[in-house]
């Protein structure tokens, strides 16, 4: 009996006994996206590091549904982790509208430094109170103008009707460089651009050369007015539910998972810019700083809290 005993504490120490699998949702499609492969890796860290005691299985393809429908699962704890695009938490998540803002990161490299450091902590600790744990920010590219006819300017822009997701902040942006937002499904972009129903779209690079949008609307505009992030969750129910040690496994398998993200984002948009090119595309270099000091009522009427100005002038602040 004692040695049963001790077999079964030996067991339950390396994890062998009621292991965890961990869902976890992604709409992308391709199997080695970024995102997707990205949280495969951190399954495979996490299993490592906790003895097999947790893993995690990724359902991509929106398998497990929509971003919101993901997000509702997580929140309620039928679902373990999901990843969804930035702008789907704007309106939940009060501090999450700040990484969406236009012209908010200079550069990629700003950007991740941001992630990187305190105002990334606090950032992904703000959807807690709605039940969501927030373990990783994923690079989801910058975000430019695309039309018939190349950007270059503030009176390029100016009356151009542009497709944008449906978010009040990117209606807004539009509006402020004298362009006309129409928000569509990504879907239908294509055809809109076929059609004349849209002059323009704004986009990052795999998404412009990856829907064939550059056939409509060759000339690549690089704004870079937005680098909003993917974000990967984890339910507060799940999350509370592990043991501390397995928080802490959980929370560096993710901290790997962005360096192995970050690294296949960045080969996917040299590719993407080479097919881009390849396939008829023009690359046009735009003056961005008009475009930025546009913004300004962006800011004013979005940015209306002191909350939510220390967090922008954080982010400003980081070097």
């Not at 992604?26 to 890796?41: E, G």
């Not at 700003?110 to 992630?115: E, N, T």
């Not at 937002?181 to 323009?200: H, Q, R, S």
Request: with cysteine; hydrophobic share 45%.
């Amino acid at each position: 009996m004692k040695r049963t005993v001790t077999l079964i504490a030996g067991l339950l120490a390396a994890g062998s006994l009621f292991a965890l699998e961990l869902k976890s949702a992604d709409v992308h499609n391709a199997d080695d996206y970024p995102t997707v492969a990205a949280v495969r890796h951190l399954g495979q860290v996490l299993s490592r590091s906790s003895g097999g005691a947790l893993s995690v299985k990724v359902f991509n393809k929106g398998a497990l549904g929509t971003e919101k429908e993901t997000l509702d699962q997580a929140k309620l704890g039928a679902l373990a982790m999901t990843r969804v695009h930035g702008a789907a938490l704007a309106s939940m998540c009060p501090k999450s509208l700040v990484p969406t803002l236009p012209f908010v990161f200079r550069s990629v490299a700003h950007q991740r430094q941001v992630f990187d450091g305190p105002v990334g902590e606090e950032l992904l600790k703000a959807c807690e109170h709605q039940g969501l744990v927030g373990l990783a920010f994923y690079d989801a590219g910058a975000r430019s103008l695309y039309a018939k006819k190349p950007v270059r300017s503030l009176a390029d822009a100016r009356g151009l009707k542009v497709r944008v997701p449906q978010t009040d902040v990117w209606v807004a942006a539009m509006a402020a460089i004298g362009a006309n937002a129409t928000p569509m499904p990504i879907g239908e972009v294509y055809t809109g651009l076929k059609t004349g129903l849209i002059d323009a779209a704004e986009n990052n690079l795999p998404s412009f050369e990856g829907f064939r949008h550059m056939e409509a609307a060759k000339f690549y505009s690089r704004t870079e007015h937005a680098m909003t992030p993917d974000v990967l969750f984890i339910s507060k129910r799940v999350w509370d539910k592990l043991a501390p040690a397995q928080q802490a496994q959980l929370r560096e398998a993710a901290k790997d998972s962005v360096r192995v993200q970050r690294q296949l984002w960045d080969a996917a948009e040299a590719k993407s810019l080479e097919r881009a090119k390849a396939g008829g595309a023009q690359i046009v270099e735009v003056e961005r700083e008009p475009f930025r000091q546009a913004m300004a009522p962006v800011y004013t009427r979005f940015v209306n809290t002191p909350d939510l100005q220390r967090l922008v002038k954080a982010i400003q602040d980081t070097k």
